[in-house]
Every structure is written in C-alpha cells, then in structure tokens.
T-cell receptor
Framework: AQKITQTQPGMFVQEKEAVTLDCTYDTSDQSYGLFWYKQPSSGEMIFLIYQGSYDEQNATEGRYSLNFQKARKSANLVISASQLGDSAMYFC?????????????FGGGTRVLVKP | EAQVTQNPRYLITVTGKKLTVTCSQN?????MSWYRQDPGLGLRQIYY???????DKGDVPEGYKVSRKEKRNFPLILESPSPNQTSLYFCATWGPLDTEAFFGQGTRLTVV
C-alpha cells in the first residue's frame, strides 16, 4: 500500500527566509508521481510542483523546488524567500499509474505560518 | 479558462436526506475522482472514473454513489447521509500527461 508521511504538523518561518517541508513516501510501484499542494484558509487546493519517479533532475517552479531523493524515498519541498501569502497548509501526495486508478495518496499535511 | 466546478460550496443537511454534489469540468478530461478531506487524515479517494460509464471504488466508498453518464460531469450522491460524512469534499480531474490534478473549489458538507 502507498503511504505518505509528513512529520512536521506545523512550523513557523520568518518572512524572506527559506523553509523545507519534509515528505517521505512508501511504494512498491516503479512508476509514480510526487506532488505538492498548497491549501490556504479559503480551502482550495493549489498545485505547486510535480516530480516524476523517472525524472533525474529536481523539479523547480519559481520559488518552489522539490528535493527528490529516490533511494531514501523522500520528496521535500523547499520554499525560498517566504512571503506572508505562503501561510497555508501544505500537502505532499503521490500518484499511482493509470492502471492502478491514478489515485492520489496524501500525507497529513504541514501547516506553515510566515511571520513578518 | 480551465475549470472544475463543484456545487454547492456549502451544505448543511439532516441525517438521511438524500443529496447530490455536482462536479463539472470543461477540459474534456477522461479521468475524474472524488476525495474527502478530514483533519489529520489528508485527502482520501472516494470513487474515481476513467471514462464515461466506467467507475470504481477508491479507499472510502461506503455510503457514496457516483455516476458518469457524460464526460464532463461526475456527481457524488449520498443516498442517506450520516454525521460521519461531514467533511470537505473535492472533485478532481487529471490532464492527459498525469502531471497535474485539477481540483474543484471544494464542498463543505455538514450532516446533523
């Protein structure tokens, strides 16, 4: 069974500093995708970044980068130069292949609060 | 604009009163799914559909029904809602490359 573990239930970060959100996963699949989503207090799920299991380069999207360590089964999110608007809940998720239903399995989330 | 639209956004209902949460997408995606979100548990898949008339159970299907009669719509049906179905519900679709799931705005359901 797939499992995503986010060990940091909540954290504070100073504005303009970088923050790393931890994510480890467990799967026996060879092909999978890893995602990070942001959920602000308004509730919507905002896609941040994607990493494929066969991608050799770490994914980057603006201020977001994904530190993918396949052997350790970790997919940490790094947010650089934090902004007040980054205060939100962050979820790490893993997608199985279409043959397995394309299901997203989510971690329990990490709440980030950016301090001015 | 690419959209996944859920209705209603908020709903308070009573135990046992049948309800339907609608989900519609304008991206012609084949794959659609429903998730529920509960504190500390992240999101869990309820049902998914890989195409018209093709649906299958996710991790927590008990108490829910779905149908996929046309590509753009994937309603979630609660035949006899119970308080343990109080949750935040999301509809999602996948693009053809499977590198992004598009989520609806969410439906906050309270069953009293």
């Amino acid at each position: 069974a797939q499992k995503i573990t986010q060990t940091q239930p909540g954290m504070f970060v100073q504005e303009k500093e970088a923050v790393t959100l931890d994510c480890t996963y467990d799967t026996s699949d060879q092909s999978y995708g890893l995602f990070w989503y942001k959920q602000p207090s308004s509730g919507e799920m905002i896609f941040l970044i994607y990493q494929g299991s066969y991608d050799e380069q770490n994914a980057t999207e603006g201020r977001y980068s994904l530190n993918f360590q396949k052997a350790r089964k970790s997919a940490n999110l790094v947010i650089s130069a934090s902004q007040l608007g980054d205060s939100a809940m962050y979820f790490c998720a893993m997608r199985r292949s279409r043959g397995a239903g394309n299901k997203l399995t989510f971690g329990g989330g990490t709440r980030v609060l950016v301090k001015p | 604009e690419a959209q996944v639209t859920q209705n209603p956004r908020y709903l308070i209902t009573v135990t046992g009163k049948k309800l339907t949460v609608t989900c519609s997408q304008n991206m012609n995606h084949e794959y659609m799914s429903w998730y529920r979100q509960d504190p500390g548990l992240g999101l869990r898949q309820i049902y998914y559909s890989m195409n018209v008339e093709v649906t299958d159970k996710g991790d927590v299907p008990e108490g829910y029904k779905v149908s996929r009669k046309e590509k753009r719509n994937f309603p979630l049906i609660l035949e006899s809602p119970s308080p343990n179905q109080t949750s935040l519900y999301f509809c999602a679709t996948w693009g053809p490359l499977d590198t992004e799931a598009f989520f609806g705005q969410g439906t906050r359901l309270t069953v009293v």
